[in-house]
């Protein structure tokens, strides 16, 4: 996709001094480009750090490629360009520490969030590879509201969760597929066992 | 209508990012999470959450306490399991009540708290129990109160404390109110550092525990009976206790003995109800010297030991011991051994 046709994100020019305005390229996984200002890039602390290692200037950034982020797509990715465009400059927050971790969701955030299950998942991996602690945090707190006032038995299916028998069992196949003669021993140990003779140990 | 439900495989995040949800969930949900599995289970422990305090009391019902301080305020986490059939010494819980709460500070804690309440088929009340330490990273427990008193719990109530108090450390154990015919071996059992004694059992009991090696032991009923014998007879490093029956006579040959070396180990005694003692008649005989300075010394269970006004004598081997009468401990006559000098 070409530049003039990538989805840009909307910004707000007049929050940012004219002499920092510099805007970098990323290209998702498919192709799809963005725009994003360098105000906003320091939400994250992967991307951050990436653009300042590369030294682009104004002129680079117009004529050399852009960047490629490999392993998130075009969908995610231009949720995740709005958030740090709408959060440009906020201060990134520090952990306390507390238990529950206090994180309220802003409007703005929440009408981000009205997605499907699949796209937030993507959004939490992309928040989580990027670094953006503030998007990690709103996002990681909608998974956590989905528990809220539920039993053992309702998180397992809201969460996917398997129970301890199902989790065995996948290990077993595991461990079976690994090594065709696992089995083997096994039936060894437990035909000795039958027969009452001495353990392997 | 039934409710929609949104799935989520949240296992397959990264594991930050695992970490972040459960840490933003509310306490009550991470509860509710940890017993989904023994994979969800260990998610909940690696938060690492710290406790600070943690109490377990087998009363009627048996309730555990755990208390935790965080930057903003404090949690608690409180469980209650109530045994319908307690007589039938079925070791799993009928209900099992779970209430958290937190405030900004502890006075405030109750404001603002969230109840769930179950019937349980599955887990017994020591399984329940270790779950709630293991996750909340716990490996000793602060404080332990037996105080069944329903003479229909007395014939099961052993039963039930092996099954709670198994594998788990004690620090302090307080017993009240107990007359069962059980309580020396719940006591065993239990094996705290430190013994608190709110009752007056018989001497015969009294011995039993005197001879365990615990780091405090807290016996001073007024009715309590203890004998010069039995005092002689302990292993405790600090014990407080009341002394009702003790003559001067008494006080004074516990000295001499311990002059010539018994009960070693002893590293503070405070006998209370010695009210009219006369310090002459205690010392007499013993060589000793008036106290010339005011010697402050940290005692488990005490704030600290402030000796003053005494007497100092000396152990055979050297050793110095200070006794006293405490006017703070109203009245008290503190026997304290100054290992260090």
Not at chain 1, 18 to 28: A, D, G, I
Not at chain 1, 63 to 87: M, R, S, Y
Not at chain 2, 88 to 113: M, W, Y
Not at chain 2, 155 to 181: D, F, Q, S
């Amino acid at each position: 996709m070409s530049v003039e046709n990538a989805p840009v994100v909307d910004v707000d020019e007049a929050a940012i001094p004219v002499e920092k305005k510099m805007y970098y390229r990323f290209e998702s996984n498919d192709k799809k480009e963005f725009r994003v200002s360098e105000l906003a890039i320091q939400q994250s602390e992967t991307l951050n750090r990436l653009v300042e290692a590369m030294g682009y200037t104004s002129e680079d950034v117009e004529n050399k490629p852009a960047i490629a982020i490999e392993n998130i797509d075009g969908k995610t990715l231009k949720l995740v360009f709005q958030w740090c465009e709408h959060h440009k400059g906020e201060a990134i927050p520090v952990d306390d520490g507390s238990v529950p971790k206090i994180v309220e969701i802003p409007e703005f955030d929440a009408k981000l969030m009205d997605i499907d299950n699949g796209l937030l998942f993507k959004l939490i991996w992309a928040a989580d590879y990027l670094n953006i602690v503030q998007l990690l945090n709103v996002s990681c707190k909608k998974v956590a509201n989905m528990a809220q006032g539920k039993t053992p038995a309702q998180l397992r299916r809201v969460y996917l969760l398997p129970s301890d028998e199902e989790d065995e069992a996948a290990k077993r196949a595991a461990q079976e597929a690994q090594d065709p003669r696992a089995r083997e021993v096994e039936e060894e140990f437990e035909e000795r066992k039958r027969q009452g003779g001495n353990s392997f140990f | 209508m039934e409710n929609v439900v949104f799935l989520f495989p949240l296992l397959l995040l990264p594991v930050n990012a695992l970490k972040n949800v459960l840490r933003t969930m509310e306490m009550m949900d991470v509860l509710m999470f940890s017993f989904c599995s023994k994979v969800s289970k260990n998610h909940v422990k690696s938060l690492k959450w710290k406790a600070d305090f943690c109490s377990l009391h087998l009363l009627d019902p048996i309730e555990l306490k755990i208390s935790f301080r965080f930057p903003r305020g404090y949690n608690i986490i409180q469980i209650e399991l109530t045994y319908f059939s307690f007589l039938l010494r079925c070791p799993k819980p009928t209900e099992v009540r779970i209430n958290t709460s937190h405030g900004a500070t502890f006075s405030a804690v109750q404001k603002d708290s969230e109840e769930k309440h179950f019937y349980n088929r599955k887990r017994t009340g020591g399984e329940l129990i270790r779950h709630f330490l293991d996750i909340s990273n716990i490996s000793e427990i602060n404080r332990s109160q037996v105080g069944f008193h329903h003479d229909h719990y007395d014939e099961n109530i052993y039963y039930y404390a092996r099954e709670i108090y198994k594998g788990l450390k004690v620090k302090k154990l307080l017993c009240e109110n107990v007359n069962i015919p059980d309580y020396y071996r719940i006591v065993n059992l239990i094996l705290p550092k430190v013994f608190l004694h709110g009752i007056s059992p018989s001497l015969e009991i009294s011995r039993k525990l005197l001879i365990q090696n615990f780091e405090y032991f807290r016996m001073e009923h007024e009715t309590s009976v203890t004998s010069l014998d039995t005092l002689l007879m302990a292993n405790c490093r600090n014990v407080r206790f009341s002394c009702r029956q003790f003559t001067d006579k008494d006080f004074n040959r516990f000295l001499k003995l311990w002059i010539k070396k018994a009960n070693t180990q002893l590293e503070t005694i405070l006998f209370s109800n010695s009210k009219d003692r006369v310090m002459e008649d205690i010392l007499k005989g013993i060589p000793s010297r008036r106290m010339d300075e005011r010697r402050e010394k940290i005692a488990p269970m005490w704030k600290s030991v402030v000796v003053r006004d005494g007497y100092v004598i000396n152990r055979s081997d050297g050793i110095e011991a200070t006794i006293s009468i405490e006017t703070e401990h109203n009245d008290a006559i503190v026997f304290a051994v100054w290992n260090q000098f």
